[in-house]
């Protein structure tokens, strides 16, 4: 076994992943409570009091809600990079320096064999970034909130065995949706969310012969559906020649309940 993980919770009410090598476990953030978080571990199987850490992509209350308290009880080293760390001042609660750890953007740390590289997308929060994970020549992929994925993105997060991708939303949808216009814009906007049919484009651009699993995150609540959100990607996935359920499969996931524990 390389790696195993869960999207523990992925939605614009909380998002958290867990990640496990044999000897190692994190969690990329911790946007819900630390009693629910709790929670969603336990219904893997799963200790918090065991965690070694947890990597945080921005300070948006839906990455970060739990993360002061789970730091505190558990005595958990917390990783950000510096602009990150100034923007979650304040919101958090007190963490002891000696857990805060800075992981700067684009850049690799390694972790009893599980090396972890950061790279950056557009969002419009101070310095967001997410993470690879690779370990026993396995690659996991985490990208969500990005207005788009750039070449540059592409390139580093081509061929992963598996990847959480964001499909944040339905165009039409959010378009007919009560939302303020204002809200429409930040979300349609290169620093907003990408949308199902973007989200397919760009996954053509990466998927590789190693590629096997996709999970769709950080589906809207209001504007998108499971269902809608797997046609529209596996649709621009074979308009695009690759279809879905030979090399590779679309996974649902859920802003309460866990994905299975799966090896990378």
Same mark, same amino acid.
């Given at each position: ?15 958290? &992943? ?60 917390? $990783? ?50 997410? $993470? &690879? ?19 540059? +993105? ?8 598996? $990847? ?6 339905? &165009? ?41 699993? &996709? $999970? ?25 020649? +690759? ?22």
């Amino acid at each position: 076994m390389s790696m195993r993980f869960s999207v523990l919770a992925s939605g614009s009410s909380g998002n958290a &992943i867990y990640v496990e090598t044999a000897e190692k476990a994190f969690l990329v953030d911790a946007g819900l409570s630390c009693k629910q978080m709790g929670n969603l571990l336990e219904k893997i199987d799963r200790d918090p009091a065991k965690l070694d850490g947890i990597f945080v992509t921005h300070e948006h209350s839906d990455h970060i809600k739990g993360l002061g308290v789970m730091a505190r009880k558990y005595k958990l080293p917390i $990783y950000a990079n510096e602009r990150t760390w100034k923007a979650m001042d304040g919101l958090t609660g007190e963490i002891a320096t000696e857990q805060k750890f800075v992981f700067g953007m684009e850049t690799v740390q390694s972790f009893a064999g599980l090396e972890v590289e950061s790279f950056g997308v557009s969002h419009d929060a101070a310095e967001p970034m997410f $993470y &690879i994970f690779r370990s026993g020549g396995k690659k996991l992929v985490i990208i969500t909130d990005t207005g788009y994925v750039s070449d540059r +993105m592409k390139g580093m997060i081509a061929n992963a065995d598996m $990847y959480v991708f964001e499909s944040n939303h339905d &165009i039409q949808m959010l378009q007919m949706s009560r939302y303020p216009w204002s809200v429409k814009r930040r979300i349609l906007s290169d620093f907003g969310h990408v949308s199902n049919e973007d989200a397919a484009l760009a996954m053509s651009e990466v998927i590789g012969d190693a590629t096997k699993r &996709i $999970y769709l995150a950080h589906l809207s609540r209001d504007n998108n559906m499971k269902d809608l959100a797997r046609m529209s990607v596996q649709q621009t996935l074979e308009a695009q020649g +690759m279809p879905v359920g030979l090399q590779f499969d679309l996974f649902d996931t859920d802003p309460s309940i866990p994905t299975e524990l799966t090896a990378v």
